[in-house]
């Protein structure tokens, strides 16, 4: 046991991103969690490594995790962000986005937020019932004199439907930002999510790939990442790091009102070690899903489907109740130590923000408002055992069974 603040975690708990400062004894009680990051001694060593080096700040393991993140999409840019927020904020802002942007509601308010924050307005599009993600034909039908971009969201894992969302930009001329935080490794037509427009990744602990907090922008554009380099670093074009071999280090001239957005050198190296183990720990996801879909009662629940043509990586593996109870199923699952939640619910549409600056509460998104009242996750992770995964998808059965409604 670890003691953390006041609160003792086992060593292998991870707390949900919402539910970080409300930890009862219940839920320190889970025995298979929601998640765990897969790191092992080789992130140790890594940052041992940048600890010793006094270089803590963004510096030189910025730059390889980089170079190995494009090369793995096959992208020219990638930029190193402290998250998948400030990726998609600068993916709108640096690209001068003032007008609409369509994106699903059926997502993580992030998504949204980039819009609002980096100075466009947010239209809301419906998904698919079966891949979760946004419906092409409705993003077709949103389209007016005022959109200017697509923010289609891979949801869980899984690619959106690129070949058609790139043909339609196209078509519209519209710039297409690709929330790619749930898909790390994803493909449709062996192409990877976030190399069809600008990309923008997450991090975070319960992501393919974990650095703690972080983020990545890609892109083809060499101007757009340079742009957005500089807005991440205080406005300034170039690195404390690039300058230190330049003549005048200490010169520092601001082309942008800037922020602070960048990835330490310590997060950099953790992501360094991630990138090498990417592809096994993907593969693992993949084989527990399989489990997962050979278990788990088809009468109960609809299973996730890994559409054609595309490679599903299982950042979360969610299921869509049928006639069941979700509140007590869930209530169910987590009294017995599973980390079983909900990703999302309430849609953003409804949630008060934007339910008011977008008028957006009562629209008609059927399939969305389908899915966020029915739609659970049990746990993935890397490293779970065949065990652990039995004893998941054996009391999701009996919890089905039980609060059938
Ligand atoms: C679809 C989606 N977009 C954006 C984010 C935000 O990522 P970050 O926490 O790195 O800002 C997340 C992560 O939770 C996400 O799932």
């Given amino acids: 046991m670890e003691t953390v603040g006041r609160v003792s975690y086992p060593p292998s708990f991870i707390i949900e991103k919402d539910t970080e400062f409300s930890v009862s004894d219940a839920m320190i009680k889970r025995n298979v969690p929601l998640c765990i990051p897969d790191m092992d001694e080789q992130e140790l060593a890594a940052i041992g490594a940048v600890l010793k080096s006094g270089w803590l700040a963004h510096g030189p393991m ?64 419906d998904i698919n019932y079966e891949d979760c993600c946004v419906d092409a034909a409705h993003v077709e039908a949103l389209i007016t004199p005022r959109t200017e971009a697509i923010m289609p969201v891979h949801y869980a894992g899984q690619a959106a439907d690129m070949e058609r969302l790139s043909a339609i930009a196209t078509r519209h001329g519209l710039k297409l930002i690709e929330d790619s935080a749930e898909a790390i490794g994803a493909t449709q037509n062996g192409k990877q999510t976030g190399s069809w427009g600008d990309g923008a990744w997450s991090f975070y602990p319960t992501k393919n790939l974990a650095t703690g907090e972080g983020g990545m922008l890609t892109t083809a554009d060499g101007a757009l990442a340079e742009k957005a380099r500089a807005i991440a670093g205080h406005g300034v074009a170039s690195s404390t790091w690039a300058r230190e071999k330049k003549e005048k280090p200490w010169f520092r001239a601001a082309t942008y009102a800037g922020f602070n957005f ?129 004893f998941v998808a054996n009391a999701a059965n009996a919890a089905g069974a039980k609060h059938r409604v």
């Fill in 62 to 125: 910025n730059h390889e995790f980089e170079h190995l993140f494009a090369e793995f999409l096959g992208v020219p840019h990638a930029v190193s962000l402290n998250s998948c927020a400030s990726a998609l904020f600068l993916a709108v802002h640096a690209n001068g986005i003032t007008g609409e942007v369509i994106v699903p509601s059926f997502t993580f308010v992030a998504s949204a937020n980039a819009i609002v924050t980096g100075g466009a307005r947010c239209v809301f599009a």
């Fill in 262 to 390: 960048r990835m330490s050198n310590i997060l950099a190296a953790l992501g360094v070690v991630q990138m090498k183990k990417l592809n096994r720990m993907n593969e693992a996801r993949r084989v527990h899903a399989a489990q997962y879909n050979a278990m788990l009662d088809q009468a109960l629940f609809d299973l996730p489907v890994e559409m054609p043509g595309r490679k599903h990586v299982y950042q979360m593996y969610t299921i869509k109740l049928k006639g069941v109870d979700r509140t007590k199923f869930l209530a169910e699952l987590r009294g017995q130590g599973i980390g079983a939640t909900v990703h999302f619910d309430p849609p953003v549409h409804t949630q008060p923000f934007y339910a008011e600056l977008c008028g957006s509460a009562n629209l008609d998104l059927p399939v969305t408002n389908t899915i966020a009242a029915t739609i659970a996750t049990l746990p993935m992770y890397p490293t779970m055992t065949a065990g652990d995964v039995a």
